[in-house]
Protein backbone atom coordinates (compact mmCIF):
# COMPACT_ATOMS: atom_id res chain seq x y z
CA UNK A 1 0.00 0.00 0.00
CA UNK A 2 1.33 3.36 -0.83
CA UNK A 3 1.90 6.36 1.27
CA UNK A 4 0.31 8.43 -1.82
CA UNK A 5 -2.48 6.48 -1.75
CA UNK A 6 -5.01 8.17 1.30
CA UNK A 7 -7.61 6.20 2.74
CA UNK A 8 -11.27 6.53 2.68
CA UNK A 9 -13.56 5.83 6.04
CA UNK A 10 -13.10 3.30 7.96
CA UNK A 11 -8.76 2.80 6.95
CA UNK A 12 -9.48 1.54 3.81
CA UNK A 13 -7.46 2.68 0.84
CA UNK A 14 -9.65 4.56 -2.07
CA UNK A 15 -8.93 4.61 -6.01
CA UNK A 16 -6.00 6.22 -7.09
CA UNK A 17 -6.60 9.10 -9.21
CA UNK A 18 -3.30 10.72 -10.71
CA UNK A 19 -2.71 14.77 -11.14
CA UNK A 20 -3.33 14.06 -14.91
CA UNK A 21 -6.93 13.43 -13.63
CA UNK A 22 -7.21 16.58 -11.55
CA UNK A 23 -5.40 18.65 -14.53
CA UNK A 24 -8.06 17.02 -16.86
CA UNK A 25 -11.06 17.52 -14.33
CA UNK A 26 -9.76 21.41 -14.26
CA UNK A 27 -9.59 21.39 -18.34
CA UNK A 28 -13.12 20.21 -18.89
CA UNK A 29 -15.01 22.86 -16.64
CA UNK A 30 -15.93 26.25 -17.52
CA UNK A 31 -15.12 27.66 -14.37
CA UNK A 32 -11.94 29.61 -13.51
CA UNK A 33 -11.82 27.98 -10.39
CA UNK A 34 -13.13 24.94 -8.32
CA UNK A 35 -13.56 23.78 -5.22
CA UNK A 36 -12.23 20.27 -3.47
CA UNK A 37 -15.80 19.60 -3.16
CA UNK A 38 -16.65 19.81 -7.29
CA UNK A 39 -13.63 18.12 -8.28
CA UNK A 40 -14.81 15.01 -5.59
CA UNK A 41 -17.95 15.33 -7.25
CA UNK A 42 -16.42 14.43 -10.89
CA UNK A 43 -13.81 11.73 -9.26
CA UNK A 44 -14.04 8.22 -7.24
CA UNK A 45 -12.38 9.69 -4.39
CA UNK A 46 -13.64 11.53 -1.51
CA UNK A 47 -13.16 15.44 -1.01
CA UNK A 48 -10.52 14.61 1.40
CA UNK A 49 -8.33 12.87 -0.91
CA UNK A 50 -8.66 15.30 -3.33
CA UNK A 51 -7.77 18.02 -0.94
CA UNK A 52 -4.61 16.14 0.22
CA UNK A 53 -3.68 15.19 -3.72
CA UNK A 54 -4.04 19.20 -4.37
CA UNK A 55 -1.93 20.19 -1.76
CA UNK A 56 0.98 17.64 -3.09
CA UNK A 57 0.35 19.38 -6.47
CA UNK A 58 0.45 22.95 -5.43
CA UNK A 59 4.01 21.85 -3.58
CA UNK A 60 4.50 21.07 -7.70
CA UNK A 61 3.22 24.15 -8.80
CA UNK A 62 0.81 22.09 -11.07
CA UNK A 63 -1.86 23.90 -9.09
CA UNK A 64 -2.52 27.45 -6.94
CA UNK A 65 -5.10 28.02 -4.60
CA UNK A 66 -6.97 31.08 -2.65
CA UNK A 67 -9.14 31.26 0.41
CA UNK A 68 -12.63 32.07 -0.16
CA UNK A 69 -13.45 32.05 3.76
CA UNK A 70 -12.62 30.77 7.00
CA UNK A 71 -12.96 27.14 5.42
CA UNK A 72 -13.12 27.33 1.70
CA UNK A 73 -10.57 27.87 -0.92
CA UNK A 74 -11.08 27.41 -5.13
CA UNK A 75 -8.35 26.20 -6.63
CA UNK A 76 -7.01 26.62 -10.22
CA UNK A 77 -4.48 24.45 -12.61
CA UNK A 78 -1.31 26.08 -13.46
CA UNK A 79 -0.70 23.51 -16.20
CA UNK A 80 -2.71 22.04 -19.06
CA UNK A 81 -2.97 18.04 -18.95
CA UNK A 82 -0.60 16.50 -21.34
CA UNK A 83 -2.35 15.27 -24.95
CA UNK A 84 -1.78 11.56 -26.14
CA UNK A 85 0.15 11.39 -29.01
CA UNK A 86 -3.26 10.83 -31.35
CA UNK A 87 -4.70 13.76 -29.70
CA UNK A 88 -1.62 15.77 -30.57
CA UNK A 89 -1.73 14.54 -34.05
CA UNK A 90 -5.01 15.54 -34.73
CA UNK A 91 -4.64 18.84 -33.24
CA UNK A 92 -1.40 19.49 -34.70
CA UNK A 93 -3.55 18.64 -38.63
CA UNK A 94 -6.48 21.19 -37.65
CA UNK A 95 -4.18 23.63 -37.29
CA UNK A 96 -2.11 23.02 -40.33
CA UNK A 97 -5.36 23.22 -41.37
CA UNK A 98 -6.49 26.02 -40.29
CA UNK A 99 -3.38 27.79 -41.27
CA UNK A 100 -4.14 26.88 -45.01
CA UNK A 101 -7.61 28.29 -44.73
CA UNK A 102 -6.29 31.31 -43.38
CA UNK A 103 -3.72 31.52 -45.87
CA UNK A 104 -6.52 30.86 -48.73
CA UNK A 105 -8.92 33.82 -47.15
CA UNK A 106 -5.64 36.44 -47.54
CA UNK A 107 -4.98 35.24 -51.00
CA UNK A 108 -8.56 35.79 -52.09
CA UNK A 109 -9.09 39.43 -50.27
CA UNK A 110 -5.62 41.19 -51.72
Do not use: C
Not at 43 to 64: H, I, T
Not at 97 to 106: I, K, R
Amino acid sequence: MSENQPREGGGKYGEKVTEQDILKTFDYSDDPFLTTTELAEELPVSRQAVAYRLEQMREKGLVDKKKTGARGAGWWAELAPRLSEKAKQRADAADRENAHSLDDLEERFN
